[in-house]
């Protein structure tokens, strides 16, 4: 983020916290918190279009298919949030 090389971050919130505790107010926190899980984060530089679009692709399909949930379901319990 630093660097420009992302205007936003979703990660595990614990993890980010000294972060942000320690950048003067260059960094916060913005919107609710989401659970999932332990915590899940995943970023992509501004740069990186073919990856993000890779990742995009492969969600949605996996959306489509029912298996994004099975897998929630598998390695976070009958009670996750599901898509």
Same mark, same amino acid.
């Given at each position: 983020? $630093? ?14 916290? =000294? ?18 899980? /332990? /915590?899940?984060?995943? /970023?992509? $530089? ?5 990856? $993000? ?19 929630? *379901?598998?390695?976070? /319990?009958? *009670?996750? =949030?599901?898509?």
């Amino acid at each position: 983020m $630093r660097n420009g090389e992302a205007v936003a971050v979703f990660a595990d919130k614990d993890f980010l916290k =000294p972060y942000v505790d320690q950048s003067n107010g260059e960094l916060m926190f913005v919107g609710d918190d989401v659970q999932l899980g /332990g /915590g899940v984060g995943l /970023g992509f $530089r501004d740069s990186d279009d073919e990856l $993000r679009e890779k990742f995009n692709t492969a969600i949605k399909a996996m959306k489509a298919d029912g298996t994004l949930n099975a897998a929630l *379901e598998k390695h976070f /319990g009958a *009670e996750t =949030p599901k898509f």
